[in-house]
């Protein structure tokens, strides 16, 4: 399985941007990259994805690199009920979970 | 917003029972998916389901795990000898396609509980 790196967690205030990192170096052409967050005691929970370019939705925005090795989630503006873990896994037929970033918003 | 709704939200069982997880899914989707998560560990994929067969399985989904879609709209996870061992959140996620083209959407959970 293609692997992902991110950071074990994050703090963030309140209705500020939030920008989390995925590193994915041996990613392949194919790979899309996704993002899910899973909540307190809920299911995991689509983000957003993609393959090649930038992407935006309601929830946040994907920032890819040029290369496709790294990528970035943006939420604009987090809110309480931001906090969770976000992961982000490359889809190769099936998602493969790591352990994510943990994500803090303080009021 | 479609849903994946799966019941029960949550189950106790004894040792050695079979036990019958089920979820529907999104009705247009045509790939369904069983992952599990044991409290405080990472979520871990079990079975990928397409046209009536499993398309991929972990080394999790061993001879005491089965999934079937006995009718158009349901999914469903039988375990048929529970161990303690099994107890964990089991999610089921359906998508509109394979390859990542589609996002997954995941039901709510059934938290298994083997007593």
């Known amino acids: 399985d293609a692997k992902t790196t991110q950071p074990n967690s994050m703090e963030s205030n309140e209705e500020e941007p939030v920008h989390l990192p995925c590193n994915h170096s041996?990613?392949?052409?194919?790979?899309?990259i996704h993002w899910y967050r899973q909540l307190p005691s809920q299911g995991p929970e689509y983000v957003i994805h993609?393959?090649?370019s930038n992407v935006n939705n309601r929830m946040a925005s994907l920032a890819i690199a040029e290369d496709r090795k790294s990528s970035t989630l943006i939420l604009h503006r987090a809110t309480l009920r931001d906090a969770a873990v976000y992961y982000c896994?490359?889809?190769?037929?099936?998602?493969?979970f790591g352990a994510g970033t943990t994500v803090t918003v303080r009021a | 917003e479609p849903e994946v709704t799966q019941t029960p939200s949550h189950q106790v069982t004894q040792m050695g029972q079979e036990v019958i997880l089920r979820c529907v899914p999104i009705?247009?989707?045509?790939?369904f998916y069983w992952y599990r998560q044991i409290l405080g560990q990472k979520v871990e994929f079990l079975v990928s389901?397409?046209?009536?067969?499993?398309?991929?399985k972990s080394e999790i989904f061993d001879d005491q795990f089965s999934v079937e879609r006995p009718d158009g709209s349901n999914f469903t996870l039988k375990i048929r000898s529970t161990k303690l061992e099994d107890s964990a959140m089991y999610f089921c996620?359906?998508?509109?396609?394979?390859?990542?083209?589609?996002?997954?959407?995941f039901g709510s959970g059934t938290r298994l509980t083997v007593v």
């Open positions: 996620a359906s998508s509109g396609g394979t390859q990542g083209i589609y996002g997954y959407t």
């Open positions: 041996t990613i392949s052409g194919t790979d899309y």
């Open positions: 993609g393959l090649t």
């Open positions: 896994i490359l889809n190769d037929y099936k998602l493969s």
């Open positions: 009705s247009n989707h045509l790939y």
């Open positions: 389901f397409y046209n009536n067969e499993i398309s991929e």
